[in-house]
């Protein structure tokens, strides 16, 4: 199960990729507190990238879901740097034993610490890479689209990101 935070679906939305994402077998989730920040507020303001994630959600490739208050989420909860959009793709995550996508460094901390597994838009990405969905070029083009879209890449992850494509 893949448990989706918002900026990994905004960006890759963004560069009209997310709907590679229906070739990555796993359940692919959706948070509420997700939905409402991506979706409802990104449709009130006008945003493209919320119309193609409500699309995808309806096309059945996404499915939202309410996040239980178990004692994870409590715990989590109590932690003031962290978003209640993040809490709840953490808390899912551990609870059902998936995989948090995100890309904010400190709810990787968080991830880290609480022995969660995560990965963000570069996970997704090679995921598709290696089911054979996009090629190489094709990584090289979403991620120089997501960056000019505004997507944080240092230079050093940057370089490794291509070391890895030209490894592989």
């Given at each position: 199960m893949l448990v989706f935070d918002a900026t990994p679906l905004i960006y890759l939305a963004k560069v009209e990729k997310l709907h590679l994402i229906r070739n990555i077998i796993?359940?692919?989730?959706?948070?509420?507190?997700?939905?409402?920040?991506?979706?409802?507020?990104?449709?009130?303001a006008g945003k493209e990238d919320a119309l193609i994630v409500n699309r995808l959600i309806e096309q059945g490739v996404f499915l939202v879901r309410e996040v239980e208050e178990t004692d994870v989420y409590?715990?989590?909860?109590?932690?003031?740097?962290?978003?209640?959009?993040?809490?709840?793709?953490?808390?899912?995550?551990?609870?059902?034993?998936?995989?948090?996508?995100?890309?904010?460094?400190?709810a990787r901390i968080v991830a880290e610490f609480e022995d969660i597994n995560?990965?963000?838009?570069?996970?997704?990405?090679?995921?598709?890479?290696?089911k054979g969905v996009i090629?190489?070029?094709?990584?090289?083009?979403?991620?120089?689209?997501?960056?000019?879209?505004?997507w944080f890449c240092s230079t050093d992850l940057y370089a490794k990101i291509l070391k890895r494509l030209k490894e592989g």
């Amino acid at each position: 199960m893949l448990v989706f935070d918002a900026t990994p679906l905004i960006y890759l939305a963004k560069v009209e990729k997310l709907h590679l994402i229906r070739n990555i077998i796993e359940e692919r989730i959706i948070p509420y507190s997700v939905f409402e920040e991506v979706v409802v507020k990104g449709k009130a303001a006008g945003k493209e990238d919320a119309l193609i994630v409500n699309r995808l959600i309806e096309q059945g490739v996404f499915l939202v879901r309410e996040v239980e208050e178990t004692d994870v989420y409590r715990a989590l909860m109590k932690n003031k740097n962290l978003s209640k959009a993040d809490v709840e793709v953490l808390a899912l995550a551990k609870v059902e034993n998936g995989i948090a996508i995100l890309d904010e460094d400190y709810a990787r901390i968080v991830a880290e610490f609480e022995d969660i597994n995560y990965g963000g838009i570069i996970y997704l990405i090679f995921s598709l890479l290696e089911k054979g969905v996009i090629t190489k070029r094709e990584v090289r083009e979403i991620l120089d689209a997501i960056i000019a879209k505004g997507w944080f890449c240092s230079t050093d992850l940057y370089a490794k990101i291509l070391k890895r494509l030209k490894e592989g």
